[in-house]
């Protein structure tokens, strides 16, 4: 009776997790532990991100107009950072809401560095859409000497990274560099469940994700590909437009239903615009552990080499045969 076997066994994504680690027993109680954390503090988003809609409605009635907006960013960094700090198991910590990494104390310091996003998507707070929390974890390299070489490490030394969208319901998606698995929260057990094991990205895909709005500054290898996905002249069909302009939801989409997501340079943002740790690397790293593929228009994203912590890089990330086009596109142009 498989139906019945998983609404009683209850695969957590902490029992998930030690599982995982059962390979590497020294760490696994570490990186549950800061895992936790992490969960907690995707917890707290959910619950604001829901009664931030609740407060507006009243709002509407008061004057707090646009308001919830900022504390919600403001708020869901704090919790992050507090939480991320009292796990015992951080000692560098990198925000996009903080200009400067956070080196923690010594008597709470563990071996973990985390670079996090704590609200993506913020221009979608207002309207009920989706918006999320992205994350990528790093090991210390010498506990006694933490620098910030220790967060300015190519992607491919990431251990672990995901992101959580909260949504229509709110989804964690992470990856230990074993595959790629989703987990839902419910609500009524405050508990995220695995609800998508073993995540693999379609090979191709029949969407493009992009800011079109941009067009007019790209580079040509940008253009053809975009001109190629509405006009493709091999005979293959032509790609649909997705485009919610939270990277979060529109990368869970291009993972779970294959096809590419953009943001690429343009004259006005040589870099594209987002944040090379705590945007590209995560999602590139996930992207790689689904079985597709990221890249920046130069290079394989995750051996980006960052020379400061809040650097962006372009981004073109999705199905592998799809990032293959684009690689390909630039490959002609030099
Ligand atoms: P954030 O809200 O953390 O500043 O990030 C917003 C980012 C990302 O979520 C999204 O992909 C991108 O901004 C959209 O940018 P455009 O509005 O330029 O398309
Ligand atoms: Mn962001
Ligand atoms: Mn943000
Ligand atoms: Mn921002």
Redesign the pocket.
């Known amino acids: 009776h498989a139906a019945e076997a998983q609404r009683t066994d209850l695969m957590t994504i902490t029992r998930h997790v030690l599982n995982e680690q059962g390979r590497h027993p020294e760490s696994r109680g570490d990186f549950t532990i800061l895992l936790s954390h992490i969960v907690l503090g995707c917890k707290f988003v959910a619950s604001a991100v829901n009664k931030a809609g609740l407060a507006k409605l009243i709002g509407l009635a008061g004057d707090t107009n646009g308001e919830e907006q900022k504390k919600l960013?403001v708020l869901s960094n704090e919790v992050f950072v507090k939480a991320l700090v009292s796990s015992g198991r951080t000692c560098v910590l990198v925000s996009?809401?903080n200009e400067e990494a956070i080196i923690v104390d010594a008597p709470l310091r563990g071996k973990y560095c985390v670079c996090f996003?704590?609200?993506?998507?913020?221009s979608n707070i207002d309207c009920g859409v989706s918006i999320g929390t992205?994350f990528g974890i790093y090991m210390i390299k010498d506990k006694d000497n933490v620098t910030l070489d220790d967060v300015l490490q190519p992607g491919t030394d990431m251990l672990a990274a995901g992101y959580c969208m909260y949504g229509s319901s709110c989804t964690l998606v992470l990856s230990t560099g074993n595959g790629v698995n989703g987990f839902t929260l419910d609500p009524s057990l405050g508990e995220f469940i695995l609800t998508h094991p073993n995540i693999k990205i379609p090979n191709i895909g029949k969407i493009y994700s992009v800011n079109e709005g941009n067009a007019k500054n790209w580079d040509a290898p940008t253009a053809k590909f975009v001109e190629k996905c509405k006009f493709p002249q091999d005979g293959s069909p032509s790609k649909s437009l997705r485009y919610i302009g939270s990277m979060v939801a529109d990368v869970h989409r291009t993972l779970l239903y294959g096809g590419i997501f953009l943001y690429p340079a343009d004259q006005k943002s040589p870099n594209g615009k987002l944040r090379v740790l705590?945007e590209v690397f995560p999602m590139s790293f996930l992207m790689e552990q689904a079985g597709g593929q990221a890249f920046t228009g130069k290079q394989r994203a995750l051996e980006l080499v960052p020379r400061k912590i809040h650097d962006r890089s372009p981004i073109f990330l999705g199905s592998y045969d799809d990032v293959e086009d684009i690689k390909a596109l630039y490959a002609s142009e030099s």
């Not at 996003?117 to 913020?122: I, K, M």
């Open positions: 960013d996009e809401e996003d704590p609200l993506d998507g913020s992205i705590y």
